[in-house]
């Protein structure tokens, strides 16, 4: 069964440095989306990006956060200047559309993010 | 805007008992699904059921069944005979029109223990 995989499963960077999650999406999936869960709390919506260029974002996702295709199977979350409360486990998912019937969103298994 | 709630913060029961965790959600939106996703001490999201708002038929999947009331916009999920497996996170989400289906709103988790 087609899944969603995500690397690294762990990352540790010192505050301050840029890091990349990286996605790959179920392939005939057409929406994107990083979410994040910090230690304990729920699971927040961070971004959704739909025919290269994003269609959603929530407040979380400020100027530090960006996202990006560059090829045509990889999904890129790039945090510029890191911060201690970035730390959090960090979940891709895709869905087939953001419509009836084909919204539902499957999770890869995550990238634990831990900023020093 | 969208809420999901899941009172239950920590459950414990005794392998065999059955549980039900409950998920009560907000919304304004006309149509939206409803979703009960799984994480498992490894971290991972998975998903478990997708329930759209005009269909109110109660589920069944072997142990897990889930009951939907519009009526009291409950959306709850009976595991029977429970197992150590289904030790985990249990989270309630939602999704609807308004946001495109593309933001998924998760409930706070509630954390089953099931203890042999």
């Known amino acids: 069964e087609p899944e969603v995989t995500q690397t690294p499963s762990h990352q540790v960077t010192q505050m301050g440095q840029e890091v990349i999650l990286r996605c790959v999406p179920i392939?005939?999936?057409?929406?994107f989306y990083w979410y994040r869960q910090i230690l304990g709390q729920k699971v927040e919506f961070l971004v959704s990006?739909?025919?290269?260029?994003?269609?959603?974002k929530s407040e979380i996702f400020d100027d530090q956060f960006s996202v990006e295709r560059p090829d045509g199977s990889n999904f890129t979350l790039k945090i510029r200047s890191t911060k201690l409360e970035d730390s959090a486990m960090y979940f891709c998912?895709?869905?087939?559309?953001?419509?009836?019937?084909?919204?539902?969103?499957?999770f890869g298994p995550g990238t634990r993010l831990l900023v020093l | 805007a969208q809420k999901v709630t899941q009172a239950q913060t920590e459950i414990s029961v005794v392998e065999k008992e059955d549980v039900t965790l409950d998920c009560v959600y907000e919304?304004?939106?006309?149509?939206?699904?409803l979703f009960w996703y799984k994480q498992p001490p490894s971290g991972e999201l998975v998903f478990l059921i997708r329930?759209?708002?005009?269909?109110?038929q109660n589920e069944i999947s072997g142990r897990y069944s889930w009951n939907f009331q519009k009526s009291t916009s409950s959306f709850n999920f009976t595991i029977t005979a429970s197992q150590v497996v289904d030790s985990a996170v249990y989270f309630c989400?939602?999704?609807?029109?308004?946001?495109?289906?593309?933001?998924?709103?998760f409930g706070t988790g509630t954390k089953l223990q099931v203890i042999p």
């Open positions: 998912a895709s869905s087939e559309r953001g419509a009836v019937g084909k919204e539902t969103q499957y």
């Open positions: 392939s005939n999936h057409l929406y």
């Open positions: 990006f739909y025919n290269n260029e994003i269609s959603e």
């Open positions: 919304t304004r939106d006309t149509t939206y699904y």
């Open positions: 329930r759209n708002s005009f269909d109110e």
């Open positions: 989400a939602l999704i609807g029109n308004s946001g495109g289906y593309q933001k998924v709103t």
